[in-house]
């Protein structure tokens, strides 16, 4: 079942930086993702970026029920807008009424966006413009997709390849990177699939092969070769013809004459090669559905390509087996086993020739294989895609009403402090709301503010966010006005600050703390009664988290941070000493910053000392192969996806977040007795020392139901700090409606 939408109807606002004028993939994308945000329920404006010259794909979307085509208010001599102009049409419709998503596609457009800091909490930006490996991406685009994740609600990536570059790559990105496949239409192909068309002819001579291309001609997409393949498969003793679909010829930075080359080649007069120039998309899939197969040869230098044709899944679901570089994205998607691929080594148009020819006899079956492979990216099923973002990022109108302040203006919610690195999901959330206005009161350290902006800020504040109990809590107790309602949260190190015995508690209507633990901590050091105090658990965002896990998962355990001692490395490490005595396939992951990467702890003696002893230790132990160290990053979900075992061996506390958001990945935790940790956890992960955590390790994966069992517990225990949840509690609290 799909789940409801948050709101009656949702507004969305769609533009793609592509001229509809043309047909190729980026352009056929926007009819569909119309089609798809009006299938889930949506109502939806397209604003064109070209003047229509030709209504091939704008035709289709006014046909659409629930979308809009609005036409491009270009300025006259220029055949489509800028960006700045696209942006400036956006915000004018905006303004008229305003959108909850604004959704673009286009790097150097949502960088417009984000430059202008436009839709605050509405935009969710669909990008594919970038390098892969994550490595080899340069330092401006990186800059460039950080300010684009930053401004965006969302940032959208093709495949879960695509959203590991960008998320590895792009820490801003790690957590509201979401996958949204390409998608072809319901009716696609949808027909009862008959008999595959004989390919014997009148008195039992052999029909031709029937190939087909359809999109842009481009150098690296080998369209000038491919009448090439139609003379090789007659060498071999088959006739063919090839129809070629389109008529947009790219230009060529590497090889400024190809364009020159590809005319050539398209003028020169064949019998077996039909240039049917452009169509529109129910044009281009007709001549396709009677094609045996479907050419999507493309040079070697894109084989680490992380994106997804949409020309592919549309030759798929018509039934059309596609002829394709073998690619672990493909061998993902078609299987490593499908016959239509080429390699690299080989891929000369007399190769593909032998690879088609080997793959005739076949060809009826892999219509069927290859149907069933689209079923998963029809435009239905990324409506219910849609509609599970939709419910996670909007707000949630039922459990927290709109509430506004005197005058019906939005409510005014000041967070102040040195650090709001915890604070990003709270962020997110207040800034999403219509009946909230957010700003930032950021102190340059923990005791170092400008106190006349502090000043200028609480006099337009109606609510005010202290997060962390630093001297920040003590300035804005004093300094509150009747009627104002101050919100602290402490953390941990706070309870040792001499500032504490500074700060007015009576002048602080609630203060949060991440457990119970540390709320009775709270109410003893300040004297407080229990009732002051809330408890709101660290978020953790389910739906970014919960990623299929790699094989061999369950073999690696996870550990996050060895910084403090407190963190207790030497158990993480003889917890995989004594599962080698049993099992040597486990490996332990130690994912942080090193010791000496904090001078203010390496400068400690002792703990410089333990953590030499240990790593010594390791070196001379027979499991050092067995251990990596892995830097840290924002990628938690990627990394996670690979982990099968979180420990949390520290010797205190006040929460740890990555065994929760290792339980929310599927994972199970491994957690070390501590005060606190069943209050935050339940008990029955928590062990009481080192041999029993192995113990545990070894009984669960020795019975695969018994782990499955104890993964779905898991994740019911991650569902408690949901974000969605969590944001509902902080609601309550910052709007005086707990």
């Known amino acids: 079942m799909s789940p409801a939408l948050p709101r009656d109807q949702v507004r969305v606002l769609l533009y793609g930086d592509v001229d509809l004028n043309v047909l190729d993939g980026s352009a056929v994308w926007l009819t569909s993702m119309a089609e798809a945000w009006a299938a889930a329920g949506a109502s939806v404006d397209v604003q064109l970026k070209a003047a229509e010259k030709r209504d091939l794909l704008s035709g289709v979307l006014r046909t659409v029920p629930g979308v809009d085509v609005v036409a491009a208010p270009v300025r006259a001599g220029h055949p489509t807008m800028s960006c700045a102009e696209a942006a400036d049409a956006l915000e004018a419709l905006d303004a008229r009424d305003p959108y909850d998503v604004v959704f673009v596609r286009g790097i150097h457009m949502c960088a417009e966006l984000a430059a202008r800091e436009a839709f605050a909490g509405r935009l969710w ?60 239409p319901d009716a696609l192909g949808a027909e009862p699939a008959g008999e595959p068309a004989a390919r014997e002819g009148e008195a039992g001579t052999e029909r031709p092969i029937r190939l087909v291309y359809t999109g842009k001609f481009a150098r690296d997409w080998r369209t000038d070769l491919m009448p090439d393949i139609v003379d090789e498969l007659r060498a071999l003793g088959h006739t063919a013809e090839l129809t070629m679909v389109g008529d947009k010829v790219q230009r060529s930075d590497e090889e400024p004459l190809w364009p020159h080359r590809m005319r050539e080649v398209m003028e020169a007069p064949r019998d077996d090669v039909f240039w049917a120039g452009a169509h529109d998309r129910a044009g281009a899939t007709e001549l396709t559905s009677v094609a045996d197969l479907s050419l999507g040869w493309r040079s070697p230098a894109l084989d680490l390509s992380v994106e997804l044709s949409t020309k592919v899944l549309e030759s798929c679901a018509l039934g059309v087996p596609p002829l394709l570089n073998r690619t672990s994205l493909h061998e993902e998607l078609l299987g490593a086993d499908y016959p239509l691929f080429i390699d690299a080594a080989r891929d000369s148009p007399a190769d593909i020739a032998r690879t088609v020819v080997a793959a005739l006899p076949h060809l009826g079956g892999l219509a069927e294989r290859v ?51 915890f604070a990003g999901e709270l962020v997110d959330l207040l800034v999403s709301r219509p009946d909230i206005d957010v700003r930032f009161d950021r102190w340059e350290s923990l005791h170092r503010h400008d106190e006349a902006a502090s000043k200028h800020l609480l006099d337009w504040a109606d609510v005010v966010m202290c997060e962390w109990a630093g001297p920040n809590a003590v300035w804005y107790a004093d300094h509150k006005r009747d009627g104002q309602r101050l919100v602290v949260r402490l953390h941990m190190f706070e309870l040792r600050g001499r500032w504490l015995d500074d700060l ?64 207790r490395l030497d158990r993480a490490l003889d917890t995989l000493r004594l599962l080698h005595e049993q099992d040597d396939r486990y490996t332990l992951h130690i994912r942080g910053r090193l010791p000496w990467e904090y001078p203010h702890e390496w400068r400690k003696t002792e703990q410089r000392e333990a953590y030499l002893d240990w790593f010594a230790r390791l070196g001379r132990s027979g499991i050092a ?114």
């Open 371 to 421: 149907r069933a492979v689209a079923d998963p990216y029809r435009v239905s099923a990324r409506a219910h895609v849609l509609r599970g973002y939709l419910e996670r990022v909007l707000p949630d109108e039922a459990a927290a009403p709109l509430h506004t302040a005197g005058g019906g203006r939005p409510r005014r919610i000041l967070i102040a402090g040195h650090d709001l690195k």
């Open 125 to 184: 930006s669909y990008v594919t413009e970038f390098s892969y490996p994550a490595e080899s991406m340069d330092a401006r685009r990186r800059a460039t997709l950080g300010e684009i994740a930053e401004s965006s609600r969302l940032v959208l990536a093709q495949t879960p390849q695509a959203r590991a570059v960008l998320e590895a790559a792009v820490p801003a990105a790690a957590g509201r990177t979401v996958e949204l496949t390409p998608m072809v």
């Open 625 to 738: 192969d067995a251990v990596a160290f892995e830097p840290f990053g924002a990628d938690m979900g990627n990394w996670l996806s690979k982990i099968g075992w979180v420990l949390s061996p520290s010797t205190t506390e006040s929460f740890h977040l990555a065994p929760a958001e290792g339980m929310a990945s599927g994972a199970l935790p491994v957690l070390w007795e501590r005060p606190g940790v069943h209050g935050i956890f339940g008990g029955d992960f928590v062990v009481p020392d080192t041999a029993a955590a192995a113990g545990f390790i070894l009984e669960t994966d020795g019975d695969p139901r018994r782990r499955a069992e104890l993964v779905e517990h898991a994740r019911g225990i991650a569902g408690r700090f949901d974000e969605r949840e969590v944001n509902r509690l902080w609601l309550g609290l910052l709007l005086g409606q707990d």
């Open 504 to 567: 007015d508690t009576a002048r602080v209507d609630r203060f949060v703390t991440v457990s119970g633990l540390y709320r009775d901590m709270v109410c003893e050091r300040l004297g407080l009664p229990v009732e002051q105090v809330t408890v709101v658990p660290n978020a953790v965002s389910v739906a970014d988290l919960d990623r299929p896990k790699t094989e061999g998962a369950e073999f690696r355990l996870g550990l996050v941070g060895i910084v403090p001692l407190r963190k």
